[in-house]
C-alpha cells in the first residue's frame, strides 16, 4: 500500500474467505489519506465495488478488497459458518482453508 498511499503504513491485515483488509494507519499528527483510485490501481482491480475504504478516526482506516462486488447478492462477505467479517484473528478467519 505505501506506493498508493504515501506516508501511509500497513499495520496489519487478515484473509478472509471472500476479501482481505487491510489495516492501515497515518504518522502521528496527519490525516490519513487513502486514495481509492491508487489503491484499485496498485491492486489491479477493474471494479471499483471491489475496494471499500472506512476511516475509523484521522489516523487509521480499513481497505477490504473483495473477491467480487459485496453488493451483489452472490457475494459473500464473511464466513459463513462463524458469520463474522471480525473474527478474532486479523490474519484469517479459522474457517478460511476449508
Request: proline share 9%; net charge positive.
Amino acid at each position: 500500500m505505501s506506493r498508493a498511499t504515501p506516508g501511509v503504513d500497513l499495520i496489519d491485515w487478515r484473509a478472509e474467505p471472500h476479501r482481505f483488509v487491510l489495516l492501515a494507519v497515518s504518522p502521528p499528527g496527519k490525516e490519513i489519506h487513502l486514495p481509492h483510485t491508487a489503491i484499485r490501481s496498485a491492486f489491479g482491480l477493474d471494479d471499483p465495488s471491489r475496494l471499500v475504504i472506512e476511516t475509523e478516526d484521522i489516523r487509521q482506516g480499513v481497505a477490504s478488497v473483495y473477491e467480487t462486488n459485496p453488493r451483489h447478492p452472490r457475494s459473500r462477505s464473511s464466513c459463513g459458518t462463524c458469520a463474522s467479517p471480525a473474527s478474532s484473528s486479523w490474519r484469517t478467519c479459522r474457517h478460511a482453508a476449508r
